[in-house]
Protein backbone atom coordinates (compact mmCIF):
# COMPACT_ATOMS: atom_id res chain seq x y z
CA UNK A 1 0.00 0.00 0.00
CA UNK A 2 1.23 3.36 -0.83
CA UNK A 3 1.08 6.76 1.36
CA UNK A 4 1.55 9.47 -0.01
CA UNK A 5 2.52 12.35 3.02
CA UNK A 6 2.29 16.12 2.71
CA UNK A 7 3.59 18.11 5.47
CA UNK A 8 0.93 21.00 6.50
CA UNK A 9 -1.30 22.71 9.01
CA UNK A 10 -4.70 22.00 9.42
CA UNK A 11 -6.02 25.61 8.85
CA UNK A 12 -3.80 25.34 5.32
CA UNK A 13 -4.51 21.89 4.28
CA UNK A 14 -7.74 22.16 2.21
CA UNK A 15 -6.48 25.15 0.57
CA UNK A 16 -5.98 24.89 -3.58
CA UNK A 17 -7.73 20.54 -3.50
CA UNK A 18 -10.59 19.65 -4.75
CA UNK A 19 -12.01 16.46 -3.04
CA UNK A 20 -14.28 14.04 -4.96
CA UNK A 21 -16.88 12.86 -1.99
CA UNK A 22 -19.32 10.20 -1.43
CA UNK A 23 -21.50 8.51 1.39
CA UNK A 24 -20.94 4.61 1.33
CA UNK A 25 -22.68 1.69 3.72
CA UNK A 26 -19.96 0.77 6.33
CA UNK A 27 -20.63 -2.28 8.38
CA UNK A 28 -21.27 0.12 11.44
CA UNK A 29 -23.17 2.59 9.41
CA UNK A 30 -22.23 4.98 6.86
CA UNK A 31 -18.35 6.12 5.79
CA UNK A 32 -17.68 9.16 4.08
CA UNK A 33 -14.63 8.50 1.93
CA UNK A 34 -12.99 11.58 0.45
CA UNK A 35 -10.36 11.45 -2.59
CA UNK A 36 -7.94 13.97 -3.76
CA UNK A 37 -6.44 13.45 -7.13
CA UNK A 38 -3.78 11.68 -5.21
CA UNK A 39 -6.18 9.33 -3.62
CA UNK A 40 -7.90 8.76 -0.29
CA UNK A 41 -7.12 11.38 2.14
CA UNK A 42 -10.22 11.47 4.27
CA UNK A 43 -12.35 9.23 5.95
CA UNK A 44 -15.57 9.99 8.39
CA UNK A 45 -17.73 7.46 10.32
CA UNK A 46 -21.59 8.38 10.17
CA UNK A 47 -20.95 12.68 9.58
CA UNK A 48 -21.41 14.68 6.44
CA UNK A 49 -20.32 17.20 4.35
CA UNK A 50 -20.65 19.69 7.29
CA UNK A 51 -17.88 17.45 8.98
CA UNK A 52 -15.65 17.23 5.78
CA UNK A 53 -15.51 20.85 5.05
CA UNK A 54 -15.11 21.45 8.50
CA UNK A 55 -11.13 19.34 8.46
CA UNK A 56 -10.68 20.44 5.15
CA UNK A 57 -11.15 24.50 5.10
CA UNK A 58 -10.93 26.12 1.34
CA UNK A 59 -11.22 22.44 -0.32
CA UNK A 60 -13.44 22.66 -3.03
CA UNK A 61 -16.08 19.80 -2.35
CA UNK A 62 -17.62 17.67 -5.03
CA UNK A 63 -19.96 15.12 -3.98
CA UNK A 64 -19.65 11.80 -6.46
CA UNK A 65 -20.27 8.83 -4.98
CA UNK A 66 -19.70 6.89 -8.07
CA UNK A 67 -16.36 8.01 -8.36
CA UNK A 68 -15.68 6.76 -4.50
CA UNK A 69 -17.74 3.46 -4.68
CA UNK A 70 -14.94 1.64 -5.89
CA UNK A 71 -12.39 2.92 -3.19
CA UNK A 72 -14.75 2.71 -0.13
CA UNK A 73 -15.95 -1.05 -1.28
CA UNK A 74 -12.20 -1.58 -0.66
CA UNK A 75 -11.40 0.26 2.08
CA UNK A 76 -14.60 -1.46 3.97
CA UNK A 77 -13.20 -4.72 2.97
CA UNK A 78 -9.72 -4.30 3.71
CA UNK A 79 -11.00 -3.07 7.79
CA UNK A 80 -13.44 -6.12 7.47
CA UNK A 81 -10.18 -8.57 6.82
CA UNK A 82 -7.94 -7.02 9.49
CA UNK A 83 -6.26 -4.44 8.43
CA UNK A 84 -3.03 -3.58 8.08
CA UNK A 85 -2.50 -7.20 7.43
CA UNK A 86 -4.13 -6.75 4.48
CA UNK A 87 -2.24 -3.48 2.77
CA UNK A 88 -2.53 -4.44 -0.71
CA UNK A 89 -6.08 -4.80 -0.73
CA UNK A 90 -6.20 -1.13 -2.04
CA UNK A 91 -6.07 0.14 -5.38
CA UNK A 92 -5.51 3.65 -4.70
CA UNK A 93 -2.63 5.06 -1.78
CA UNK A 94 -3.49 6.56 1.45
CA UNK A 95 -2.76 10.37 1.62
CA UNK A 96 -1.73 11.88 4.91
CA UNK A 97 -2.38 15.61 5.11
CA UNK A 98 -0.75 16.84 8.96
CA UNK A 99 2.22 18.23 10.34
CA UNK A 100 5.40 16.18 10.83
CA UNK A 101 4.68 15.18 14.10
CA UNK A 102 0.89 13.93 13.33
CA UNK A 103 2.73 12.11 10.32
CA UNK A 104 4.79 10.26 12.64
CA UNK A 105 2.29 9.20 14.86
CA UNK A 106 -0.16 8.27 12.28
CA UNK A 107 2.49 6.05 10.79
CA UNK A 108 3.46 4.27 13.54
CA UNK A 109 -0.57 3.90 14.28
CA UNK A 110 -0.91 1.89 10.51
CA UNK A 111 1.67 -0.72 12.31
CA UNK A 112 -1.07 -1.83 14.94
CA UNK A 113 -2.57 -5.49 13.84
CA UNK A 114 -6.81 -6.18 13.79
CA UNK A 115 -7.81 -6.92 17.45
CA UNK A 116 -4.99 -5.45 19.27
CA UNK A 117 -4.39 -1.98 21.20
CA UNK A 118 -1.71 0.14 22.45
CA UNK A 119 -1.65 3.21 24.35
CA UNK A 120 -0.94 6.84 23.76
CA UNK A 121 2.42 6.25 26.08
CA UNK A 122 3.00 3.37 23.86
CA UNK A 123 3.01 5.21 20.45
CA UNK A 124 4.95 8.12 22.38
CA UNK A 125 8.05 5.85 23.34
CA UNK A 126 7.52 4.09 19.86
CA UNK A 127 7.93 7.78 18.19
CA UNK A 128 10.77 8.77 20.28
CA UNK A 129 9.25 11.05 22.54
CA UNK A 130 8.32 8.86 25.79
CA UNK A 131 7.17 12.30 27.52
CA UNK A 132 5.01 13.62 24.60
CA UNK A 133 1.64 10.95 25.98
CA UNK A 134 -0.83 14.18 25.19
CA UNK A 135 0.84 15.25 22.07
CA UNK A 136 0.04 12.00 20.48
CA UNK A 137 -3.10 12.17 21.95
CA UNK A 138 -3.67 15.03 19.88
CA UNK A 139 -2.32 13.57 16.80
CA UNK A 140 -3.77 10.57 16.83
CA UNK A 141 -6.98 12.92 17.67
CA UNK A 142 -6.76 14.82 14.44
CA UNK A 143 -6.67 11.69 12.33
CA UNK A 144 -7.80 11.41 8.63
CA UNK A 145 -8.30 8.52 7.85
CA UNK A 146 -10.68 6.76 10.21
CA UNK A 147 -10.64 2.90 10.35
CA UNK A 148 -7.58 2.61 8.09
CA UNK A 149 -4.86 4.72 10.43
CA UNK A 150 -6.35 2.51 13.57
CA UNK A 151 -6.68 5.65 15.75
CA UNK A 152 -9.61 3.38 17.43
CA UNK A 153 -6.94 1.16 18.91
CA UNK A 154 -5.01 3.43 20.73
CA UNK A 155 -6.70 3.47 24.32
CA UNK A 156 -4.94 5.32 27.45
CA UNK A 157 -3.11 3.21 30.38
CA UNK A 158 -6.02 2.98 32.87
CA UNK A 159 -8.84 1.71 30.26
CA UNK A 160 -11.97 3.70 31.52
CA UNK A 161 -11.71 6.62 29.26
CA UNK A 162 -12.99 6.07 25.80
CA UNK A 163 -12.40 9.21 23.65
CA UNK A 164 -13.19 8.92 19.74
CA UNK A 165 -13.77 11.55 17.45
CA UNK A 166 -16.56 9.48 16.11
CA UNK A 167 -17.72 8.88 19.47
CA UNK A 168 -17.13 6.39 22.20
CA UNK A 169 -19.96 3.87 21.26
CA UNK A 170 -18.43 3.91 17.79
CA UNK A 171 -14.64 2.91 18.98
CA UNK A 172 -16.07 0.29 21.13
CA UNK A 173 -18.30 -1.50 18.24
CA UNK A 174 -15.25 -0.92 16.54
CA UNK A 175 -12.61 -3.03 18.69
CA UNK A 176 -15.85 -5.05 19.87
CA UNK A 177 -15.97 -6.10 15.76
CA UNK A 178 -12.29 -6.92 15.70
CA UNK A 179 -12.63 -8.96 18.45
CA UNK A 180 -10.49 -6.95 21.12
CA UNK A 181 -11.45 -9.08 24.15
CA UNK A 182 -12.01 -6.30 26.96
CA UNK A 183 -14.55 -4.95 24.27
CA UNK A 184 -16.08 -7.91 23.24
Known amino acids: ?94 VLYGTAFQIKVWKELLKIKSGAVVTYADIARKVGLPAAVRAVGSAVGKNTLSIIVPCHRVVNTSGNKISYGWGPAMKKALLKAEGVPAYA
Open 1 to 94: MKVITHTTTRAARGKGLTLVWGLHDFALGKMLVALSSEGVCWIGINCGEKDLAKNWPGANLIEDAKITAKPARELAAAWKKGWPQRAGDLSVPL
